[in-house]
């Protein structure tokens, strides 16, 4: 008879434990479907968004498991949190509410069950009874580390305190008055001067469920990025999909423009890496507090401009892209370029050769290249782009013009298909 403190040993060379052993990535994909499929979502979401953080554990798991059976040894708390309080922690910010966890905590146990069932043969009926005990007591420690996350009251300040940080840089973005105030309470001291940096994901804004949870992974992975690069202070509202950070900006230390520019773009690298999506983003160097909200709303349209032209995923400043954002500026001048290049919006194909040809120049085999054409074929396209619209690509003068006609193009394309999917949203 077994002590309290032990359970009875399955034999290391039981055939059930090598079919379970052998079967063991198999196995712990199937569970994770099983307890994704158990939860009633409010819409679809599919196991992909659980696989690469969750099934590592449930294997470590089972792994851990495997050996302890084999003396007959109860899992402790200590070696269950290890795989436990990873996924139960990354529920708890995503707002997965913990009803959802047991839900599908017993899911997968059942479906565990049932594979077990579906393999034994008439010999095994020990190993079934040895491994039934195990598995209902490795579900009680399991269970109560997963509430002890969710009313842990250094984990709740946790996150309280990242709503407040992310609340007190609302403030300074709106232009609050009550900013000092909510930044005593928070225990911050608020810098003179800052560097604002805006994020925003090359991806539409979250509205199905299932992107929803992969912003707040977005969120929760960016925090890590944040923490792991000395930034753990760091004022953002950044929510998985888009926000802005408020870096302080060095007071005494020489403040070195192409240095910050090199720091800044490593964590936009660094977030694009973890969050597994490409990153935009642009700032605005030393702001002081009161400039910040103009501050704010500059390097914003300097994100969506990039994002809408088609540029490179990356950090940029005012000057980087200085020509399109004067020239998209809203007025008549817009207006009478969107009529310029009007005529074009129904030929494709030379909209195409106009924009590689402005961004080759006089290279014309560079941009027939890219286009997959002969010169001489662009050569005539550019000339059906002077007959149609009356200006001429090759001319150093009316190219500028074109390009910023093109400019004005590429946004009010970006904002018609924003509108067509996303009616509710501002353009």
């Known amino acids: 008879m077994p002590s309290p403190r032990q359970l009875p040993p399955i034999p290391a060379d039981a055939p059930l434990r090598k079919v379970i052993e052998d079967r063991i990535d198999e196995i712990a ?36 498991g495997l050996d302890l059976v084999t003396e007959g040894r109860r899992m402790s708390r200590a070696e269950a949190a290890a795989f436990v309080l990873p996924v139960a922690e990354r529920h708890a910010e995503d707002g997965i509410p913990l009803p959802f966890l047991f839900t599908a905590l017993h899911a997968g146990i059942r479906k565990l069950w049932e594979i077990v069932l579906e393999s034994a043969t008439e010999g095994d009926a020990e190993t079934i009874a040895a491994l039934g005990m ?71 804004e979250p509205r199905t469920t299932h992107e929803i949870l992969a912003a707040r992974r977005r969120l929760r992975l960016a925090n890590q990025v944040f923490y792991g690069r000395g930034a753990g202070d760091v004022l953002n509202t950044f929510d998985g999909h888009a926000g802005v950070v408020l870096l302080p900006t060095p007071v005494v230390e020489q403040h070195d423009e192409s240095a910050m520019t090199a720091h800044l773009g490593a964590l936009i690298d660094a977030l694009s890496d973890r969050l597994d999506v490409a990153v935009y983003a642009a700032y605005h160097a030393g702001a002081p507090v009161d400039a910040i ?135």
């Open 293 to 427: 909200p103009s501050a704010v709303s500059e390097a914003e349209e300097i994100t969506c401009l990039a994002r809408q032209l088609n540029r490179r995923p990356g950090i940029y400043q005012l000057a980087d892209i200085l020509f399109e954002y004067q020239s998209t500026r809203p007025g008549p001048a817009r207006d009478l370029l969107a009529r310029h290049i009007a005529p074009l919006r129904d030929h494709p194909g030379l909209r195409q050769a106009l924009q590689a040809h402005l961004q080759h120049g006089a290279d014309r085999k560079a941009a027939a290249a890219e286009l997959f054409i002969h010169p001489n074929t662009l050569t005539y396209r550019l000339r059906r782009i002077q007959d149609i619209t009356g200006y001429d690509p090759t001319d150093p003068r009316q190219s500028r013009l074109l390009a910023a006609a093109m400019a004005v193009y590429a946004i009010d394309q970006a904002d018609t298909s924003l509108a067509a999917t996303n009616p509710d949203s501002p353009r």
């Open 29 to 64: 994909t199937t569970l994770l479907h099983e307890a994704v499929q158990s939860i009633e979502w409010p819409a679809f979401v599919p196991i992909e968004h659980f696989d690469g953080e969750v099934t590592p554990h449930i294997i470590g798991g089972f792994l851990h």
């Open 134 to 204: 195990h598995l209902a007591d490795l579900t009680g420690t399991i269970s109560v580390l997963m509430t002890e996350v969710y009313q842990d009251s250094d984990f709740a300040l946790r996150a309280t305190t990242r709503h407040e940080l992310s609340a007190l840089c609302a403030g300074l973005i709106d232009g609050s008055t009550g900013s000092e105030a909510m930044a005593k309470q928070v225990g911050i001291k608020l810098s003179d001067r800052y560097d604002v940096l805006v994020i925003r994901v090359d991806a539409d």
